[in-house]
């Protein structure tokens, strides 16, 4: 997968505020996946759109150089830019929590520097798939509406379940939310809110992992901007190693679906090219 990611080209044009933008939080380990997502992602929409590229911690001048290899149309967006705007926005003598859990793990990169900027932001993670034209990102988008993947096991990944948090903690939550592909806007975060409700996860639920943390904070967010789930037909996740995401929009591979991620799915891309 890798060798063949190093081969593709492409390019995005004509980028306007009227047309999506996508972001994408990855790295050295990742890179390759996130060419193969946004390859996908063109054949079923053109190149009438841009992307920024967010760093795990991991990106260097080695692994720029093969996002620009393959489209140098994508931006970077540099440290010191996230630096500037967290510093404005979440100074870590107001918000000592928010900052604590972004230097925990990357995961919280995710929620803090790609969402931090103004406006609409849509995130999607690498390793996912487009095999259809994305109506439902295109259309939430234009009306910039809050929007999240529909998470398919039976619990949410949160800290607790939705009634434990709401009656013993007073945190209003969304079930289902998973954070494959997630959209809000920005301006409307109340962050001494986000600050408040992290400080009381973190406090009562010490062995909580990174993920189950962001993804009830994400939650939090996506409630109070009354997000509306994707159809979990159409924006499939896939847990197991059985699939078949032939008619989905996008198939999202995690757990044992890496294997046939890895073995197979990527290379459907390369059909259409």
Known sequence: MKREALKLRNYLSNYSKDNIQLNFLTGKNYWH???????????????????????????????????????????????????TKLQRIIPIKDFPYLNQVRAWHPFFRRLIDIHINPGWNLHLDSDMLFFKYPSALIEAFERKQAIFMFEQLDDSYFVDS?????????????????????????????????EEKLKVILQNYKTAIPAEVEQTLMSHILFNQYAKPLSKDEYNIFYGKDINSGLKTVSHYIFKAKKPYFSQEWKRVLENL
Request: hydrophobic content about 35%.
């Open 33 to 83: 996946q996130t060419i193969f997502c946004i390859e996908s992602f063109i054949q079923h929409y053109g190149n009438n759109f841009s992307v920024n590229i967010y760093s795990d911690g991991t990106i260097n001048d080695e692994i720029e150089s093969l996002f620009k290899n393959y489209c140098k149309e994508i931006e970077i967006v540099s440290n010191e830019k996230i630096e």
């Open 162 to 194: 939705v009634v434990v948090l709401k009656e013993k903690f007073d945190i209003d939550t969304i079930e289902k939310v998973n954070g494959g592909i997630i959209a809000y806007n920005g301006d409307q975060v109340n962050y001494i809110d986000l």
